[in-house]
């Protein structure tokens, strides 16, 4: 349904009202003053409606909706001096009114109290019970219409924005699991890089095979690191246990920590195994960087279904007796979310940390994201005030045929009640029902169905008041195709109006007969749209809550690849070239050690922004980077870069992130012997080239990589373009082009 046709459908609804009261004042009396004076007041009804009370973004508890409110209570109550028994559709605006505007419990008896007024009014005019309990129950059903067509449209606008809410939180929950994942597996694939440089640079001269053995290890961190850093963002990463029991026992020993490892445990499920590796990790990863230790022991043993794992040492970390830190946190959350428990704490002169998890662990619950409990407040209440609207119609309809049974006696009642539930039960079991989707000849059926109900009683007992045939018309415009449908609405409604014209006393009740068939037609199409609207409102929000968090997974992806793959590939370059010099030159090669040592201590700060979202890349550095990475590569470079200090900070983090995705590539990709970095920029414009004479075999295999690929998405994003390829001269070249926003 769209927002248009749900105006229209409001306007109809509300017009009919207003006409039906018009044309009663014109039935008792159609002089001049009284159809200037009844037009005044329900031309300034409606306006206040439609204007103020229904107006989507309207502050309804503001002193101009107070005014308001009191306006059309003298509008409702003044006119009935002199239309008394004409004006009893109106009560119906003032009920929903007083819903809109009143605050909590108040409007519901301010609600109650006018629908109960307009009753009593009619106690002067009418002593028939029945007939009060009638204009009652129209009060109260009018004022629950209007509420609900006015109130439906902020509802939905209320669920939108808490359905964002969740997006939002599924958005937090996933960089939560990405900075778990980070800091499990790469914290400590970057703690052991740089321990080992240490090492590897104290070794040099003295006992070089002993230091070419550290750099062979380095190698092979490094590049497993990149293997996770593409496992981390694309979530396959599972760890494998013997792996990191042999890891772990090369790093201590390593740092000199006498170690005994014992594993003696039943084959473990996939994700137990990779939340005990993940344990056995961050523990020696812990034990490194915050105590110590001299000796550490660890023992893996497992009894029936429960596997545990104890990593003692006798090195106490300064923080023990402080808060656990978010590593500690990151694992019990990792262990509790599969039935296992973890506990952290010094036991005498040692630190102990232990840990259990299932052999098999236990099924996650199906939804991972937040969710509100019971069912949603706008769903809810759709559902509510659908069901009440559409009851109400049919104690309306039976209230009028009360007044015939004089005429049809009381089988004839009988008959019309069974009618009348019978209607109401296919309305509000399978017409109003948002997840029920009937095919055609199912939607046929309970049309027909529907039709006997009201017809069939009309035609036995000549009472065109029996059933709701409005009810017929809407069920055809929600049931059929969308032509078809509202062809039938009018089809039935032109049904109805014939059977008024051959049963109805006078003008006035075929104009009635008329104005009811529409509008029961109509609020029912409207009040079952709205309410499957809200549903589908809310399944949309899920799905915008799943691909929130794909969109953050891709960004995650693209940060991940961008720095720390520049890193890691930095530090298996200068490894390489360390491993070659430390024979021929200690001294060449004790420096290169100490350029993989400040980056690696410069990627362990990268894990961490990347997880926080707070990295921002620096030209300037990012350039020098360049020039001593491509230099220790015998790469020739030369670096002609205009000043770009006026350049916006989004421009400039952009461009250092193209300059570092570029140099990574030509290293990874390439055999070039010159490299040219070029920044140029005037008014509208700044561009940068990245040329060099080798160039990369996966040039034929496939124009656009996964890097290049973040990088034009990066670009794109501030309206520029990036290209990447062959240029005339045979040389390979990266052009950025942003454009700069005007002075």
């Known amino acids: 349904m769209s927002r248009r046709l749900a105006y229209v459908v409001i306007s109809v609804v509300f017009a009919n009202y207003l006409a039906d009261t018009f044309l009663d004042v014109l039935k008792v009396g159609a002089t001049p003053a009284r159809i200037a004076g009844s037009l005044a007041c329900l031309l300034t009804i409606g306006y206040l409606q439609l204007r103020v009370f229904s107006r989507p973004g309207a502050d309804l508890r503001s002193g101009r909706a107070y005014l308001a409110l009191g306006a059309m209570a003298a509008l409702v109550y003044g006119p009935l001096l002199f239309f008394p028994t004409e004006w009893t559709n109106m009560h119906g605006f003032l009920a929903g009114s007083a819903l809109l505007v009143l605050p909590g419990r108040v409007r519901w008896l301010v609600y109650g109290a006018v629908a109960l007024s307009n009753g009593v009014e009619q106690a002067w005019s009418a002593q028939d019970p029945s007939t009060q309990a009638y204009y009652i129950i129209s009060s109260l059903v009018a004022g629950l219409v209007v509420y609900g067509l006015s109130r439906l449209p902020s509802l939905v606008k209320q669920s939108e924005t808490v359905r964002s809410e969740l997006a939002g939180l599924a958005v937090a929950q996933e960089r939560l699991r990405f900075a778990r994942d980070l800091h499990d597996l790469l914290g400590f694939s970057l ?72 594993a003696d445990h039943p084959e473990l499920s996939p994700r137990s195994r990779t939340v005990l590796a993940t344990v056995l990790r961050e523990g020696v990863t812990n034990l490194l960087r915050h105590s110590d230790a001299t000796r550490c022991t660890i023992t893996i043993s497992g009894s029936g279904r429960v596997v545990s794992i104890d990593i003692v040492n006798d090195g106490v970390p300064a923080e023990a007796h402080t808060e656990q830190g978010s590593g500690l946190t990151n694992l019990a959350t990792r262990t509790m979310a599969i039935g296992g428990s973890l506990l952290a704490q010094p036991a005498g002169s040692a630190y102990r940390l232990h840990a259990e998890v299932p052999v098999e662990p236990v099924l996650d619950e199906p939804a991972k994201e937040p969710r509100p409990a019971g069912p949603p407040i706008a769903t809810r209440f759709a559902q509510v005030l659908f069901t009440v609207v559409v009851v109400g119609y049919g104690l309306m309809s039976l209230s009028q045929v009360a007044f015939d049974i004089p005429r049809i006696g009381l089988p004839g009642m009988a008959v019309a009640v069974l009618a009348t539930a019978i209607e109401l039960g296919l309305v509000l ?52 195709p969308r032509p078809i449908g509202w062809m039938a609405f009018l089809a039935v409604v032109g049904v109805q109006l014939a059977i008024w014209l051959s049963t109805a006393p006078d003008a006035f009740w075929v104009a009635y007969g008329l104005f009811a068939v529409t509008n029961h037609g109509l609020v029912l199409y409207a009040l079952a749209r709205l309410r499957s609207m809200v549903t589908e409102l809310h399944e949309a929000r899920e799905e915008l809550a799943t691909a929130a968090v794909a969109q953050e997974r891709l960004r995650f992806a693209r940060d991940l690849h961008d720095l720390l793959g520049y890193s890691l ?72 870069i205009d000043a770009c200090d006026q350049l916006p900070k989004d421009v400039t983090v952009t461009l250092a992130t193209v300059l570092r995705e570029g140099v990574t590539n030509l290293l990874r990709h390439s055999k070039a012997e010159h490299c040219e970095i070029v920044l140029s920029s005037s008014r509208h414009l700044v561009t940068m080239d990245i040329v ?52």
């Not at 590897?200 to 293997?227: C, F, P, Q, S, V």
């Not at 080798?694 to 290049?708: F, L, M």
């Not at 998405?713 to 005339?728: E, F, I, N």
Request: charged share 25%; hydrophobic share 45%.
């Open 191 to 262: 703690s052991a890089i740089t321990l080992k440089v240490e090492l590897a640079r104290k070794l040099i001269g003295e006992h070089t095979d002993r230091a070419l053995r550290e750099l062979a290890e380095i190698l092979g961190i490094a590049r497993e690191a990149l293997t996770d850093v593409r496992a981390v963002a694309s979530s396959y990463r599972e760890l494998s246990l013997a792996d990191e029991i042999e890891s772990a026992r090369s790093v201590l020993t390593a740092a000199g920590v006498a170690t005994t490892i014992e």
């Open 429 to 480: 079991g399978l017409v109003g029902r948002p997840h029920i989707r009937l095919n055609l000849a199912s939607s046929l059926a309970v049309l027909a169905g529907m039709a006997v109900c009201v017809y069939l009683p009309v035609w036995i007992y000549g009472n065109p008041l029996i059933g709701v045939a409005g009810f017929i018309a809407g069920s055809a415009a929600l049931l059929l």
């Open 569 to 640: 590939s930095a530090i298996t370059l200068k490894s390489e070239l360390t491993h070659r010099l430390a024979t021929i030159d200690p001294d060449r090669a004790r420096q290169e050690l100490g350029e993989v040592l400040e980056i690696s201590r410069q990627a362990l700060a990268d894990v961490r922004s990347v997880a926080l979202s707070y990295r921002e890349l620096s030209f300037d550095e990012e350039t020098q980077s360049a020039q001593a990475l491509l230099s220790a590569a015998d790469i020739a470079v030369t670096v002609r």
């Open 692 to 743: 060099n004479d080798g160039i990369p075999s996966t040039e034929r295999k496939s124009r656009d990589g996964s890097g290049i690929g973040n990088l034009t998405t990066r670009v794109r994003a501030l309206g520029g373009d990036l290209h990447a390829g062959l240029t005339p001269e045979q040389t390979y070249r990266l052009r950025a082009e942003i454009p700069l926003p005007l002075p």
